[in-house]
């Protein structure tokens, strides 16, 4: 049976942070679906096609970053979307027997254990905690959007692709 783990999230963008846990969970497993899912706690600024295509650019420029897949022959990426319905329907579909996240920081793992918790009791599903790599522990999509609207520079925090995207959804809201 392969191993197979999903990495859900807002990704609204993808940052550096979110790139570094794909590779690593990448190299544990042998598929690994990173998945969009509507929050509808939060208003998103891309839509979730939008969010796919950033992805997609992203793992593909990834080596440029100092973040290199692995290779296609270990694993698999798969990128989808959760619209509606539990995360925990979405693994049974998919086969997957694991969640990924990544933890910052304490206020991260608050946040986490009771969802984690919650997903192994309805279907079983445990959570994997990557600690987030030091370098990448304080940024957020929340605040490379805050950063980006402002007119700062967001180079070190997200791909290029990204970078533009942004730079166009800024220029967009004035
Ligand atoms: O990047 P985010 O916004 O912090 O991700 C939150 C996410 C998508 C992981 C969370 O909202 C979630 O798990 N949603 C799926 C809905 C679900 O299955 N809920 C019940 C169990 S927690």
Same mark, same amino acid.
């Given at each position: 049976m392969p191993k197979i783990a999903v990495y859900p999230g807002s990704f609204d963008p993808?940052?550096?942070?979110? #790139?570094?846990?794909?590779a690593r969970a990448a190299r544990l497993f042998?598929? @690994?679906?990173?998945? +969009?899912?509507?929050?509808?706690?939060?208003?998103?600024?891309?839509?979730?096609?939008?969010?796919?295509?950033?992805?997609?650019?992203?793992?593909?420029?990834?080596?440029?970053y100092g973040t290199p897949m692995p290779s296609a022959s270990h694993s698999k990426i798969v990128i989808a979307t959760l619209e509606?319905? #539990?995360?925990?329907?979405?693994?049974?579909?998919?086969?997957?027997?694991? @969640?990924?996240?990544? +933890?910052r920081s304490n206020a991260d793992l608050e946040y986490e254990l009771p969802m984690a918790r919650v997903n192994r009791d309805l279907a079983g599903?445990?959570?994997?905690l990557i600690p987030a790599d030091?370098?990448?522990?304080?940024?957020s999509s929340s605040l490379v959007k805050q950063v980006a609207d402002l007119g700062g520079s967001v180079?070190?925090?997200?791909?290029?692709?990204?970078?533009?995207? @942004?730079?166009?959804?800024?220029?967009?809201?004035?």
């Open positions: 993808l940052t550096f942070g979110h #790139l570094d846990i794909v042998e598929e @690994l679906h990173i998945l +969009v899912v509507h929050n509808p706690k939060k208003a998103p600024r891309f839509t979730s096609e939008e969010r796919i295509e950033l992805i997609k650019g992203s793992l593909a420029e990834a080596g440029r509606q319905g #539990l995360l925990v329907d979405y693994c049974r579909k998919v086969g997957a027997q694991a @969640l990924v996240k990544g +933890v599903v445990e959570t994997i030091p370098a990448q522990g304080f940024v180079e070190k925090y997200v791909p290029a692709n990204i970078v533009k995207a @942004l730079a166009a959804s800024a220029a967009d809201r004035k």
